[in-house]
């Protein structure tokens, strides 16, 4: 199964929407300034690129959907099960009791969103060019998320 740049855009939205939640969850959390601030600017950086897949969409909005149950199963088979946890940031302050849990487990986020992009954007029938270098660009700023929070560790 391929999926169209529609549904690749969709659930790429839906990966930073939970990727903005958990930042902004871990910044209420921490009682740092630095690491506050830290997440403050990777909440605005996950809304920035929200605001990209929401545009891209728009300009691919004629493509057809496929069924989500087909969907399901198709990022069941070929994503880690938790790249699409949809209350993330309610691991912080149970499962995630330290700054440096929380740190790791974004790295971990970051990576599957990395993996997702690659992935996805190799079996997506209809995606131009342009989409295509764009999400590309996304990708290169996942991999500096995963370099700042190492950094943090």
């Not at 946890?85 to 599957?112: P, R, V």
């Amino acid at each position: 199964m391929q999926l169209n740049s529609v549904e690749l855009f969709k659930i790429a939205q839906q990966m930073e929407q939970m990727g903005i939640k958990f930042y902004e969850r871990a910044y209420e959390f921490s009682n740092q300034d630095k690491e506050k601030e830290t997440f403050l600017k990777l909440a605005k950086m996950e809304r920035e690129h929200l605001k990209f897949f929401t545009l891209m969409e728009k300009k691919a909005e004629n493509a057809k959907y496929c069924v989500s149950d087909e969907i399901d199963s198709y990022l069941k088979e070929n994503f880690p099960s938790n790249i699409f946890d949809s209350d993330i940031s309610k691991k912080i302050g149970k499962e995630l009791k330290t700054m440096k849990d929380i740190i790791s487990y974004a790295i971990e986020k970051e990576k599957d969103a990395i993996e997702y992009y690659l992935k996805i954007s190799k079996n997506v029938s209809d995606i131009d060019e342009n989409s295509l270098a764009a999400i590309r660009t996304i990708i290169k700023e996942e991999e500096s998320h995963v370099e700042f929070l190492k950094e943090l560790l």
